[in-house]
């Protein structure tokens, strides 16, 4: 509440700026959660993206700035009226950008294939942490030949389709051989009291 003041005079100001604030925070947290879904271990996350000490810093200050992408802008005025962004001279790289993205990365939705024939013994138990029972084990995870076997897939139970380890049929002896990895992992992750 004690920045109300100063909030408020910039939206009075430059009708974009709470649209500013709310796309930088969702940038940040988008950031946030794909660096979650791809770090095998906790620690690998990225909280740094999630401070806001600089950016409040900056709007305190009167100095925060965030380029809109023409999309939002276009929803915030009238079709006729484009606001034009005061903070970025290259709107025109920021709309081919967002071009790009959207043609060449889907949803996440999209990017996910989800296991839907687990094999149960292997799927990441409740109170399991991923990084503490298998990542620090990877070396020794059995392949089907030269193919590693995809433990996000297998483990977690769904993993991006443009992984190139094993999400189908394993062999018989790998499966069996990934059955006594993960079974050792397991055990060798278990206090010891």
Same mark, same amino acid.
């Given at each position: ?45 990225? @909280?740094? #993206? ?9 709007? #305190? &200050?009167?100095?925060?700035? &965030? ?16 606001? =034009?962004?005061?903070?970025?001279? @290259? ?43 298998? =990542?620090? =084990?990877?070396?020794? #995870? ?15 139970? *769904? &993993?991006?389709?443009? #992984?190139?380890?094993? =999400? ?11 059955? @006594?990895?993960?079974?050792? &992992?397991?055990?060798? *992750?278990?206090?010891?009291?």
């Amino acid at each position: 509440m004690q920045n109300k003041f100063i909030y408020d005079s910039l939206q009075a100001n430059k009708s974009t700026f709470f649209a500013k604030i709310l796309y930088s925070i969702d940038a940040a947290v988008q950031t946030h959660l794909e660096s979650c879904m791809m770090s095998d271990d906790r620690i690998d996350v990225d @909280d740094g #993206c999630l401070d806001f000490n600089n950016d409040q810093t900056a709007v #305190c &200050c009167r100095q925060f700035a &965030c380029s809109l992408p023409p999309t939002i802008l276009k929803k915030l005025t009238n079709p006729e009226k484009v606001i =034009h962004n005061d903070d970025d001279d @290259d709107n025109d790289s920021a709309s081919k950008r967002l071009k790009k993205k959207r043609r060449g990365n889907e949803d996440i939705d999209d990017k996910v294939f989800k296991n839907n024939s687990p094999t149960r013994a292997w799927l990441l138990h409740k109170d399991e942490k991923f990084g503490k029972v298998f =990542h620090k =084990h990877i070396a020794s #995870c059995p392949k089907d030949g030269e193919q590693p076997i995809c433990l996000r897939f297998w483990i977690k139970g *769904s &993993c991006f389709k443009n #992984c190139k380890n094993i =999400h189908g049929k394993i062999s018989q002896d790998a499966r069996s051989a990934f059955d @006594d990895w993960v079974k050792s &992992c397991r055990l060798n *992750s278990k206090p010891d009291f």
